[in-house]
Antibody, heavy 117, light 111 residues
Framework: QVTLKESGPGILQPSQTLSLTCSFS??????????VGWIRQPSGKGLEWLAT???????HYNPFLKSRLTISKDTSNNQVFLKITNVDTADTGIYYC?????????WGQGVMVTVSS | DVVLTQTPPTSSATIGQSVSISCRSS???????????LYWYLQRPSQSPQLLIY???KLGSGVPNRFSGSGSGTDFTLKISGVEAEDLGVYYC????????FGAGTKLELK
C-alpha cells in the first residue's frame, strides 16, 4: 500500500526558507521510472506543480520558481525534501507530495503552510 | 509553459445526468515517442486530488467506468456517464508531456 505524508513548519515569516519533508512507504524511490513530486494549492485556488525528483536523482523544477526551489531525497529513509527560499505571503497554501509513475497516482494528505509576519 | 484551458469553469448536474468537461492545450501533448501524457483528477472538498484518467483514456485504479477520457493533440474531454453524488468536486486536467501544468479546474455541482 502506497502512502505519503507531508510535514512542515506550519507558520514562517517572510524571507525565511521553507523546509518540507515527504515521508513515504509502499514503494522504492530507487525503482525504475518512479518519482516523487511536490504540488501546492493556495487557499481556495488551483494546483501548481513545483518540482519532481526521479529514481535516478534527476530533478525537474517549475521554471517560474526554479531559482527558489531545491528538491532532494534520502532513499534509505524513504523521504523526499523540498526547500523554498525567500518565502512571502504568496507561498501560503497546502503543499502536497505525490508518487509519480505515469502521473501523480498517489497523494499525501497535504500540509498547510502559512507565511505571515 | 503549456497552458491548459478547461471549460466550463462550473457545471451543474442532476444525479444520473451525463457531463463532459473540455481541456484544451496551448501546445500538442503528443511526444516524440507517440505518447500523450494527459491526466484527469478529481478533488473532492477538503481532500487530496485523486487520479481518474491517465494517458488520455486509461482508467485509474479503482475508478468507476462511468468515467471516460478521449482526445488527442491539443483537445481532450472527460465524460461522466451518469453523475453520482460522490462525483461532486473540482476536476483538473494535467499534462506531463512538458513540465507539468494543471488546468484551472471545473467545479461540478448538484443542480
Amino acid at each position: 500500500q502506497v502512502t505519503l505524508k507531508e510535514s512542515g513548519p506550519g507558520i514562517l515569516q517572510p524571507s525565511q526558507t521553507l523546509s518540507l519533508t515527504c515521508s513515504f512507504s509502499g514503494f522504492l524511490l530507487s525503482a525504475s521510472s518512479v518519482g516523487v513530486g511536490w504540488i501546492r494549492q493556495p487557499s481556495g485556488k488551483g494546483l501548481e506543480w513545483l518540482a519532481t525528483i526521479e529514481w535516478g536523482d534527476v530533478k525537474h523544477y517549475n521554471p517560474f520558481l526554479k531559482s527558489r526551489l531545491t528538491i532532494s531525497k534520502d532513499t534509505s529513509n524513504n523521504q523526499v525534501f523540498l526547500k523554498i527560499t525567500n518565502v512571502d505571503t504568496a507561498d501560503t497554501g497546502i503543499y502536497y507530495c505525490a508518487h509519480n509513475y505515469g502521473g501523480f497516482d498517489y497523494w499525501g494528505q497535504g500540509v498547510m503552510v502559512t507565511v505571515s509576519s | 509553459d503549456v497552458v491548459l484551458t478547461q471549460t466550463p469553469p462550473t457545471s451543474s448536474a442532476t444525479i444520473g445526468q451525463s457531463v463532459s468537461i473540455s481541456c484544451r492545450s496551448s501546445q500538442s501533448l503528443l511526444d516524440s515517442a507517440g505518447n500523450t501524457y494527459l491526466y484527469w483528477y478529481l478533488q473532492r472538498p477538503s481532500q487530496s486530488p485523486q487520479l481518474l484518467i491517465y494517458l488520455v483514456s486509461k482508467l485509474g485504479s479503482g475508478v468507476p467506468n462511468r468515467f471516460s477520457g478521449s482526445g488527442s493533440g491539443t483537445d481532450f474531454t472527460l465524460k461522466i456517464s451518469g453523475v453520482e453524488a460522490e462525483d461532486l468536486g473540482v476536476y483538473y486536467c494535467v499534462q506531463g508531456t512538458h513540465d507539468p501544468t494543471f488546468g484551472a479546474g471545473t467545479k461540478l455541482e448538484l443542480k
